[in-house]
């Protein structure tokens, strides 16, 4: 069953097309991805799908109700949650208060120290961390931090744009096992990617955007086999 589904999206930037009327769906329990070179438009997608950019044409059905025209901040209260590129916590925030304002579209409190053990728990160096001020953490602390603050909103959708952007390589590693265990414990998982390899590797499904086009779609291992993405993505 689709969870997410984007029907024929436009967005222009002025007179520039950036997207060019491009669908895909996100089925629930799944990991999709959508990968493609810097400028294909993928951040705009994300984007657009959640509200901070506007639409020209097409529509977002997101859990089988039309959010095309839904502001932003509903959208968080329906169940849909982005981890932006550059990560963008609150740096002048502790890490509590970063996970305190994850949770702020959640009207029952009383099982907010429950969500936030589990975070602690799936980010021990958060749990280190509580007290410190967020903007002073290394970048994959901050990843950590955008993450687990996305989580306490209790997404059904959580979407990830360039999440190993920045990272070392062994931060990038751990980065993607923790969205394999997130997807595990049953969140569904929009992720944009640069890290063509480890993105289609965890993915059930992925779309390629080449200048604002859906060029290619299918299975992660279908795409991770393809002499096109190989060639492109892949390193040949």
């Known amino acids: 069953m689709a969870l997410l589904e984007v029907k024929n999206l436009e967005v222009y930037y002025g007179v520039i097309n950036a997207l060019k009327g491009i669908s895909f ?29 506007p639409k020209r044409n097409g529509s ?12 932003c901040h509903k959208i968080v209260h329906l169940g849909m949650t982005q981890v932006p590129e550059g990560r963008r916590i609150f740096q002048e925030l502790t890490v509590y208060e970063n996970l305190l304002m994850g949770a702020f579209s959640i009207k029952d409190s009383s099982g907010f120290k429950k969500d936030l053990d589990a975070i602690y728990t799936r980010f021990p160096r958060l749990a280190e961390r509580k007290n410190q001020i967020a903007g002073t ?73 080449e200048n604002g086009s859906i060029v290619l779609s299918g299975t992660g291992a279908e795409l991770m086999a393809s002499d096109t993405v190989k060639e492109a993505y892949l390193g040949g």
């Open 25 to 53: 769906e996100v089925n629930e329990g799944e990991i999709v991805t959508l990968i493609g070179a810097n400028g294909a438009g993928k951040s705009t997608t994300m984007q657009s799908v959640v509200g901070l950019i």
């Open 60 to 71: 977002v059905i997101f859990d089988g109700k039309d959010i095309s025209h839904t502001p």
């Open 137 to 209: 953490l290394s970048g994959g602390e901050q990843q950590m931090l955008a993450m687990g603050r996305a989580i306490m909103s209790h997404p059904k959708l959580l979407m990830l744009d360039e999440p190993s952007m920045g990272l070392s390589p062994l931060l990038v590693d751990q980065v993607f096992e923790i969205i394999k265990d997130i997807n595990s414990d049953g969140t569904t998982i929009l992720l944009v990617e640069q890290n063509a390899g480890k993105s289609l590797a965890i993915s059930d499904r992925a779309y390629v955007l």
